[in-house]
């Protein structure tokens, strides 16, 4: 057996090297379907590849590139830029210049911004390089539509059951190393395994792997397969659990303020695909929740970093996030704020408040008649520009709903505070 290839993961030495192994999306590789023609005519085009993970999408632009002998070119949206298209670009101009062709597999095409995706458009259009891209969103929202016009879309579907099942008996049957253990399955366990995939081959394979490492006399029972999928699924769903818990993680890191672990959970999610804009949109808002007045410069960083983020791509608008979080993380704490207009709107609820005479606007004479704005004393006409006044309605003079800490820069509010209003805020506070 092959030393290198014994050392890849499953998923990779299972990955087919010809066409005729390709298992699933027969809508596409079907006798008379789009792809098959495509490759039986040996007239490859430019397309979109949508579908979920592990449906096939890279495995088949690596096949495509190998049967109509292309020089393939893989790069992913998370950590190429501009300049590594540019590359691809330069060496297809060459290669069309010698009647070669050239693809260009772009993984994650969504994660590219605009700019970046309008770098690629002429090139397609050219003829200079084949685009290839793979997506897990809805291209319609996520490609420019230039793009969208020079491409095809084709959707691949989730793998059934007894596609799963076709590929767990080849990496059983055909893997050197799977073949050697001799595995055998617990009642149901197989079914199980197939259950737990989700329809997706890679991982599938992962927790196959994984429970062939964990079981010690090669017999996978219902436990393992539990523990090697708790082991082995890595994938990210945006919309589920894993998306939740990470986010969660990465907030409370920095609410914690510990900026290592912070940044470690932003780098999971940089390594996910997260959207970038996501990430950015909450730490705007934690900026107010969570720091608040200790550190007002907090809230304008992070939405000068949330305007960075939609005008930069990958991979360079990292460093963007992980400067907003880390100065984030590190900054004193206040949700004094946040604990405010909580209790403010409990209060303001109620009808029965209601704004004192002597601050409501008089823009009419009838108004001025009734008493509207009567009495009413200009801070500016006074020392320090304040006066004593009572602003809150009737029954609420005592309410006391911002109540800032003695952080950071909030410290020097409570303490002018105190002296403004000393009955409601004692210049330490408890």
């Not at 397309?47 to 070119?73: N, Q």
């Not at 969504?110 to 084949?130: C, M, P, T, W, Y």
């Not at 409601?424 to 506070?429: G, M, T, W």
Request: with cysteine.
């Amino acid at each position: 057996m092959d030393t290198e290839k014994s050392l890849q993961p499953l998923a990779e030495r299972m990955r087919p090297s010809v066409i005729e192994d390709f298992v699933g999306q027969s809508h596409l590789m079907g006798q008379g379907k789009i792809i098959r023609q495509m490759l039986e005519r040996d007239s490859v085009f430019s397309m979109i590849l949508w579908g979920d993970p592990g449906t096939g999408k890279t495995t088949l632009a690596k096949l495509i590139a190998d049967h109509c002998s292309m020089e393939a070119h893989f790069l992913s949206a998370i950590s190429s830029g501009v300049a590594d298209v540019r590359k691809v670009v330069v060496s297809g101009v060459a290669n069309r210049a010698e009647g070669k062709r050239t693809l260009l597999f772009l993984d994650e095409i969504h994660r590219f911004n605009k700019a970046q995706q309008d770098s690629i458009l002429s090139a397609v259009e050219s003829g200079d390089v084949v685009l290839i891209g793979a997506t897990t969103e809805n291209p319609s929202f996520q490609v420019i539509a230039p793009l969208l016009s020079r491409t095809r879309v084709l959707k691949l579907n989730t793998l059934n059951d007894d596609e799963l099942a076709l590929i767990l008996e080849r990496a059983l049957s055909k893997d050197g190393t799977m073949k050697a253990m001799d595995l055998s399955f617990g009642e149901g366990v197989r079914e199980g395994l197939l259950g737990l995939a989700g329809g997706d081959a890679r991982r599938l394979l992962n927790i196959l792997e994984t429970a062939s490492v964990i079981s010690e006399d090669g017999i996978i029972t219902a436990d393992i397969l539990q523990e090697a999928y708790d082991r082995s699924s890595v994938y990210y769903d945006r919309a589920g659990e894993r998306h939740y818990d990470t986010i969660s993680a990465f907030i409370k890191s920095m609410r914690g303020s510990d900026p290592n672990a912070a940044v470690y959970y932003l780098a999971r999610m940089i390594i996910a695909g997260e959207d970038p804009e996501f990430i950015a949109r909450r730490m705007v808002i934690f900026a107010s929740e969570d720091i608040g007045n200790a550190a007002p410069q907090a809230l304008p960083f992070a939405v000068s970093v949330l305007t960075a983020v939609k005008n930069i791509g990958m991979p360079e608008v990292e460093i963007v996030l992980s400067h907003c979080a880390t100065f984030l993380a590190s900054a004193p704490k206040s949700n004094a704020s946040y604990l405010a207009i909580k209790k403010a709107k409990d209060a303001a609820v109620d009808p029965s408040f209601t704004v004192p005479m002597h601050i409501r606007n008089a823009p009419t004479g009838l108004m001025k008649s009734m008493g509207y704005a009567k009495g009413y004393r200009y801070p500016h006409d006074f020392p320090r520009h304040f006066v004593r006044e009572q602003y809150l309605p009737r029954g609420l003079e005592e309410a006391v709903y911002y109540d800032p800490s003695v952080e950071g820069t909030e410290k020097a509010v409570r303490a002018r505070l105190a002296t403004l209003w000393p009955e409601k805020y004692p210049p330490e506070k408890k």
